[in-house]
């Protein structure tokens, strides 16, 4: 039997507060489950979890679903996104590759 992954409050609350939006979205559009599942490119079993707040659906699908309904993800619009992901890299480049864990004793005595 596979292990199951327990999740925080936080993050169960937020999986199904995003789907229940995302559920209202495509209400409001007046799209069925099926409709929604085709734009996705997803099975209507899929979009089912998505809307409960499943939390093993990919999450480019569920930003996907949610794009497609209207809600604004991180409220930025597109030049906001592409401005904030150049910005990120930018700053992703100054610092290290890797980081290095572990004791390790400094010869600070010169």
């Not at 089912?48 to 209207?70: D, T």
């Amino acid at each position: 039997m596979p292990e199951s992954r327990a999740y925080s409050n936080y993050t169960g609350d937020a999986l199904s507060l995003l789907g229940q939006l995302i559920k209202l979205g495509r209400q409001k559009r007046k799209w069925s489950a099926d409709e929604l599942a085709e734009r996705v490119g997803i099975s209507r079993p899929t979009l089912r979890k998505i809307e409960k707040g499943f939390p093993n659906c990919s999450i480019g699908l569920v930003f996907e679903a949610a794009y497609l309904v209207g809600i604004p993800l991180f409220d930025l619009d597109a030049k906001s996104i592409a401005y904030h992901l150049t910005h990120t890299a930018d700053l992703l480049t100054l610092l290290p590759q890797s980081i290095r864990t572990g004791d390790r004793d400094v010869d600070d005595d010169f």
